[in-house]
């Protein structure tokens, strides 16, 4: 079995500012984890993700996430917000990397002001 | 660059009516699947599809639903009676392989039933 919880339904920062968004996993399996991205009108857009290999991944538009096994934890950064990252944000898991099977958390509004 | 287009974008229905949602996956791709969000909850998976037959499906993927491949480039998702608890956005997505690869997903369609 697995689950994912994002914490934090809505998150604000200023433009320039640090994002961070949580995700915590449960896994039976090792995880495949990943990061979609929905802007407005548009479809989920994968970001990054990680399967085996480095625990720092590096995704597009400079998002990162770092796997924690320890921590259980897949937490989504962007040094520096920008206006277009306005979108709402989901993390998700699969036992195998397989794109069906696909656990999704709630996700998480980001919100960048001025 | 090509994407994963739904339509429609917008489908209201009465209950107990059939719907069909259309979906035209990535050409090159071999798999495609269907996910559900209904209203502040989890995009959760339904149905993957394969070779023209079901591959996996969800504990939610019941009898009133089925898909269907019609014509090479069509992916469809039937709901045969609807009820109010199936408004949902519901997203379809598309890989070129099963396992190890990204799943591109649709914009939506966004079912309502009165």
């Known amino acids: 079995a697995q689950s994912v919880t994002q914490l934090g339904s809505h998150v604000s920062v200023s433009e320039g500012a640090l994002v961070l968004l949580r995700c915590n996993y449960s896994?039976?399996?090792?995880?495949?984890l990943f990061w979609y991205v929905q802007y407005p009108n548009q479809g989920l857009q994968l970001l990054l993700k990680?399967?085996?290999?480095?625990?720092l991944v590096k995704g597009i538009n400079g998002f990162e996430a770092e796997f924690k096994k320890s921590e259980t934890s897949f937490h989504l950064t962007k040094p520096s917000a920008h206006m277009s990252d306005a979108a709402e944000f989901f993390c998700?898991?699969?036992?195998?990397?397989?794109?069906?099977?696909?656990?999704f958390g709630t996700g998480t509004r980001l919100q960048v002001t001025l | 660059e090509p994407e994963v287009t739904q339509t429609p974008s917008h489908q209201v229905t009465q209950m107990g009516q059939e719907v069909i949602l259309r979906c035209v996956p990535i050409?090159?791709?071999?798999?495609f699947y269907w996910y559900r969000q209904i209203l502040g909850q989890k995009v959760e998976f339904l149905v993957s599809?394969?070779?023209?037959?079901?591959?996996?499906k969800s504990e939610i993927f019941d009898d009133q639903f089925s898909v269907e491949r019609p014509d090479g480039s069509n992916f469809t998702l039937k709901i045969r009676s609807t009820k109010l608890e199936d408004s949902a956005m519901y997203f379809c997505?598309?890989?070129?392989?099963?396992?190890?690869?990204?799943?591109?997903f649709g914009q939506g369609t966004r079912l309502t039933v009165v």
């Open positions: 050409s090159n791709h071999l798999y």
């Open positions: 997505a598309s890989s070129v392989t099963g396992l190890n690869t990204e799943a591109f």
């Open positions: 998700a898991v699969s036992p195998s990397g397989t794109a069906s099977k696909l656990t």
């Open positions: 599809f394969y070779n023209n037959e079901i591959s996996e």
């Open positions: 896994s039976s399996v090792p995880p495949y």
């Open positions: 990680y399967t085996t290999g480095a625990t």
